[in-house]
């Protein structure tokens, strides 16, 4: 499926391009927002390849990963985020996503994992969809909770960033569960 485009009340995500390097540098060059993830921040040609590596992706046969734009709707608005949806196993997906700290705090989190969700169940067909999240990161906690996913447990020493070994806490959501409240 290419491209891909998605909306929701004030986000839209759509494919990756070139000219997004600069405002994706603002989240993958972030320390703060790259507080939890499983990477240290990034340069802006660290984030060009990434950029470039989900360009590639996009257009591959069969398609295992959507890696996509994140920007806020009203007008024409600005690059804001980051959100992935990697394909694997039988019918599952994992999700990931990063936002501008300046927009944190604003539901957008929820918002996007929202769509995510969306477009895994009706636009992919997937059973099964995933995340996992730094034990510590309690927005990420309650953002995943109010989506409607299941705390499953935890993943001990499953990434290594920052010099040291870290735990993951997993969260699913099925294809069948009810709606989050």
Do not use: C, K
Not at 76 to 81: A, I, N, S
């Amino acid at each position: 499926m290419y491209p891909v485009t998605r909306t929701s009340a004030r986000l839209a995500l759509r494919e990756l391009v070139v000219d997004d390097v600069d405002a994706l540098s603002a989240v993958y060059g972030s320390a703060e927002a790259t507080r939890y993830l499983s990477f240290e921040p990034r340069t802006r040609e660290q984030t060009g390849l990434v950029v470039a590596r989900s360009m590639v992706a996009a257009v591959a046969e069969p398609r295992t990963e959507y890696a996509l734009a994140v920007r806020e709707r009203a007008g024409d608005g600005p690059l804001v985020g980051f959100a992935r949806l990697a394909l694997g196993g039988q019918r599952a997906g994992q999700i990931g996503f990063a936002l501008r700290p300046d927009r944190w705090g604003r539901g957008y989190g929820t918002e996007l994992v929202g769509a995510l969700l969306d477009f895994g169940f009706d636009g992919l067909g997937l059973h099964r969809i995933w995340a996992a999240r730094a034990p510590d990161n309690a927005a990420s906690r309650a953002v995943l909770t109010r989506s409607g996913m299941t705390e499953e447990g935890r993943i001990r020493h499953h990434v290594h960033v920052r010099g040291a070994w870290r735990d993951s806490v997993i969260h699913s959501r099925l294809a069948h569960d009810p709606p989050p409240t």
